[in-house]
């Protein structure tokens, strides 16, 4: 198991064991209010981490999962994805995956519902 850090600037604290979520294939519209898009980075050094989903509220109160998403790119360095059209609010849960399809961990990041520009980063080390 790996050791992920939450940088400063994110609140939230480290989560144990899996996130339960009803997964929705399509977000929901939204109007850019009352939730943020997430860019999830993880820092460099981490060749374990293939990819990431994300649980939690979304910007109509429905709890809902994202599929998992792949993080492309040098795995020595920094990878970020923007989980364009998916609105989060509050605590999120940000569930990662190796390339056999294991869970390695999850981690928390707390997004502020109502501040703009509409776009969050989630910065893991």
């Known amino acids: 198991m ?4 939450v940088i400063t ?11 339960t979520a009803a997964t929705v294939d399509n977000p929901l519209n939204a109007t850019g209010a009352n939730g943020q898009i997430v860019r999830t980075c993880v820092a ?17 109160g429905n ?17 970020c994805y923007t989980t364009d059209g998916w ?9 990662f995956w190796d390339d056999r399809d294991n869970k390695l961990g ?9 501040q ?3 776009l969050q980063t989630c910065t893991f080390s």
């Not at 709890?63 to 990878?79: I, M, S």
């Open 2 to 5: 790996i050791t992920l850090a």
């Open 9 to 19: 600037g994110l609140t939230g604290a480290l989560a144990a064991g899996p996130a």
């Open 44 to 60: 460099g050094g981490h060749p374990d981490i293939k990819a990431f989903t994300i649980n939690g509220w979304n910007q109509n």
């Open 63 to 79: 709890y809902v999962a994202t599929p998992k998403r792949n993080l492309e790119g040098d795995r020595n360095q920094t990878r």
């Open 87 to 95: 609105w989060w609010r509050g605590t999120i849960d940000v569930d």
């Open 106 to 114: 999850t981690r928390q990041c707390y997004v502020v519902p109502n």
């Open 116 to 118: 703009g520009p509409n």
